[in-house]
Nanobody
Framework: QVQLVESGGGLVQAGGSLRLSCAAS????????VGWYRQAPGKPRELVES???????AYVDSVKGRFSISRDNVNNTVYLQMNSLKPEDTAVYYC??????????WGQGTQVTISS
């Protein structure tokens, strides 16, 4: 059974930073692109940033220059460094494979709350 475990969220003031981690069991992230997603209350889940096996990245415009994704292919872990956080970044953050047809069961996510 594949498991995704996100961690690192919390409550920070606007302008602060957080580093999220996502640990995948087994080979869930081996040889496949991975993404960080987020879901704010009342909004659909959105892809925030993604990273390929070769470490090419793509991101949504709203996090440009502030968020940075990275991965540890040996330990099946993905990270999201978030700087200059804004209240609109408040959401539950999740990780999963990038391709929706290859998603594994979602983890519990990690809550990020940014106060103004």
């Amino acid at each position: 059974q594949v498991q995704l475990v996100e961690s690192g969220g919390g409550l920070v003031q606007a302008g602060g930073s957080l580093r999220l981690s996502c640990a995948a069991s087994g080979s869930a992230f081996s040889n496949i692109a991975v993404g960080w997603y987020r879901q704010a209350p009342g909004k659909p889940r959105e892809l925030v940033e993604s990273i390929t096996v070769g470490r090419s990245t793509a991101y949504v415009d709203s996090v440009k220059g502030r968020f940075s994704i990275s991965r540890d292919n040996v330990n099946n872990t993905v990270y999201l460094q978030m700087n200059s956080l804004k209240p609109e970044d408040t959401a539950v953050y999740y990780c999963n494979r990038l391709a929706s047809m290859r998603w594994v069961p979602w983890g519990q996510g990690t809550q990020v709350t940014i106060s103004s």
